[in-house]
């Protein structure tokens, strides 16, 4: 499988799409995680106390101590559908060009080829969250410098956390994904049904979660809500960030854990199944 | 029939069944080492269906296909196989020769086996161009190329010569002529019958899923009844008596006032020098039928399997007979 890994790296490497997609999430997270907020502390930090917004809460979040959270939080509604979408791209196009085909007559064996490039996006996904936390790290850095407020940046232990975190999330949606495109062959609908799942249907059930106690069961097993629970964990007052929409925590890290990596094994799973015991024609 | 040994791809019985005239149905192929084997059929008939099923991209509905000595879509099978099946399929946005590295990668080969095959199809000095930008003609050389990665005892090349110009066309046969000089054994599907006649130790003809004809063109011929003398005489009653006594006719008959001698086309010059010799006047002879062209024809009948054409009238010209 070494030899289809490094077929699939160098493939997603000269990719335009994957470029956008990881480049257009870097920069989403920096501007809503970072800037934005930068800037409206920026504009109310002189306001009294107990007048709308609350000015040391909102830098508060920006800064080194908390960025690592901050920038998980992003996660569950924005970063996983980003990532679901990086997913369906990176195996769509074997559809769209007819590339299967082309591929499976070189290599031996459907699953060395789907697990070769489940290990790619892996790699990519990696990478794509590395860049993601290091930027907001940056930003973190320029705003309690640019702000005069200094807060220590958390441990090792704790940034290999969030780093992890952020990865499983992403490999949770982009599994997803990944599995939509195979069983849809084809990209834009599986990004559709992805983006409608993840967007309208978890959203709806964590809604309706809050007013309906049977349905807090499912809501643990969703990606959303399970990357909702590690954002939360990840931050030092233990407290949910509801300014960001879609942040909810409904179990602990290491549950919400197991749920995002079953998400993984069952969806390349299912996909390995489909693509074992489908004709390419 | 060969023994294990020789044979490099043996189906028996493969059913591919899409609806109940749709598909492949109980096909029994027989391809030997060394060989180059065309295989014929219009549009639709079945060809690119075998070849997939061939190369493990389709699960046969029942029957078996072993290819070199292995179950067909094996481990050990497609080791050995290198495979262009229906148009070029390749990433747009890579060159052609990441494009080669990719799937070199894929065969755990060496890389410098893509430098190898890109000079073998004379596309090193465009490698490095975006696949997407290439002409029909580059992307099916940057295809073949990726058949020929494996370096494969078998090849199987479905219509290769599609979007070739004249000069690509003649490179493709001096490929493949290449290949049965290194023992290599091809499996060819093309509609240009003038150059599967040139190139195919023999032939196999697929029609509505079924094999209707295997064996050398020269067998082929001699069952479609071989081809035809057409000779415009002044007596032609006279002239078939004579020409029936030649060797190599095998028969002599007048067909719209005209003698019609069945024989091969070498024996055009004997029957116009007997004629003349024998005091018959001759004003015209032309040789028909008897071209694989015609012998397809007459195999798969008016007409193609998918709402091809009706045929063109068999004759002394011999030209591209599918997709025209």
Request: charged share 20%.
């Amino acid at each position: 499988m070494n030899g289809v890994l490094r077929a699939e790296l160098l493939s997603a490497r000269k990719r335009p799409g994957v470029w956008v997609v990881g480049g257009a999430w870097a920069g989403l997270a920096l501007a809503f995680g970072m800037v934005v907020p930068y800037i409206v502390w920026l504009i109310i930090r002189n306001r009294p106390q107990g007048s709308a917004g609350d000015p040391d809460k909102l830098i508060g979040g920006l800064l080194p101590d908390r960025f690592l959270s901050g920038t998980v939080d992003l996660y569950p509604m924005f970063g996983s559908a980003l990532m679901l979408i990086l997913g369906a791209v990176l195996v769509g196009g074997e559809y769209r060009w007819g590339t299967w085909g082309t591929l499976l007559v070189q290599r031996p064996g459907r699953s060395a080829a789907v697990l070769g490039k489940a290990a790619a996006i892996a790699v990519v996904l990696l990478c794509v969250t590395g860049a993601v936390v290091a930027c907001s790290a940056a930003a973190s850095a320029g705003a309690a410098a640019l702000s005069g407020r200094s807060a220590p940046w958390p441990d090792a232990a704790t940034l290999l956390g969030g780093i992890g975190a952020a990865w499983l999330v992403s490999m949770a949606a982009a599994s997803v994904g990944m599995f939509l495109a195979i069983l849809l062959r084809a990209t834009g609908a599986a990004i559709g049904v992805g983006l409608m799942w993840l967007l309208a249907v978890e959203n709806l059930v964590s809604g309706l979660a809050g007013v309906l106690p049977a349905l807090h069961g499912p809501e643990r097993l969703l990606i959303g809500p399970s990357a909702g629970s590690l954002a939360t964990a990840l931050d030092p007052t233990g407290k949910v960030n509801s300014s960001i929409p879609g942040v909810v925590s409904v179990s602990g890290p290491v549950t919400a854990s197991i749920v995002l990596a079953v998400y993984v094994v069952v969806f390349l799973g299912l996909s390995v199944r489909l693509i074992s015991r489908r004709d390419m024609s | 029939m060969p023994d294990g040994d020789e044979t490099v791809i043996r189906t028996s019985g493969l059913t591919k069944r899409y609806s109940a005239d749709t598909g492949v149905f109980d096909l029994d192929l027989t391809v030997r080492r060394g060989e180059v084997y065309g295989f014929l059929g219009p549009n639709g008939s079945g060809k690119t269906t075998t070849m997939r099923m061939l190369v493990g991209l389709i699960r046969p509905t029942s029957g078996t296909a072993t290819v070199l000595g292995h179950p067909a879509g094996s481990h050990a099978a497609q080791r050995g196989v290198g495979a262009l099946i229906e148009s070029p399929a390749m990433y747009p946005h890579l060159s052609g020769r990441d494009n080669l590295r990719v799937l070199a990668r894929y065969a755990d080969l060496p890389p410098t086996r893509v430098d190898e095959v890109l000079d073998e199809v004379e596309m090193t000095a465009k490698a490095d161009v975006a696949f997407r930008a290439y002409s029909l003609g580059m992307r099916q050389r940057i295809a073949v190329a990726a058949a020929l990665l494996k370096d494969p005892a078998l090849l199987i090349l479905d219509e290769p010569t599609n979007g070739l110009d004249p000069a690509g066309m003649a490179g493709m046969r001096e490929l493949i002529t290449g290949l049965r000089r290194d023992h290599r054994t091809v499996l060819l599907s093309s509609h240009l019958l003038a150059e599967v006649e040139l190139l195919c130790d023999r032939v196999g003809v697929i029609r509505r899923g079924r094999l209707v004809a295997d064996g050398t063109v020269e067998e082929l011929r001699q069952g479609a009844g071989g081809g035809w003398i057409s000779v415009a005489v002044d007596a032609p009653e006279r002239a078939a008596e004579l020409a029936a006594r030649l060797p190599g006719v095998r028969s002599a008959t007048v067909v719209d006032g005209e003698l019609r001698v069945a024989a091969d086309r070498d024996r055009a010059a004997a029957v116009n020098r007997f004629l003349v010799e024998n005091g018959v006047e001759v004003s015209e002879l032309r040789c028909a039928g008897g071209s694989l062209e015609d012998v397809f024809f007459e195999l798969i009948g008016d007409q193609g399997e998918s709402g091809d054409e009706p045929r063109q009238q068999p004759g002394t010209e011999r030209a591209e007979v599918v997709n025209r």
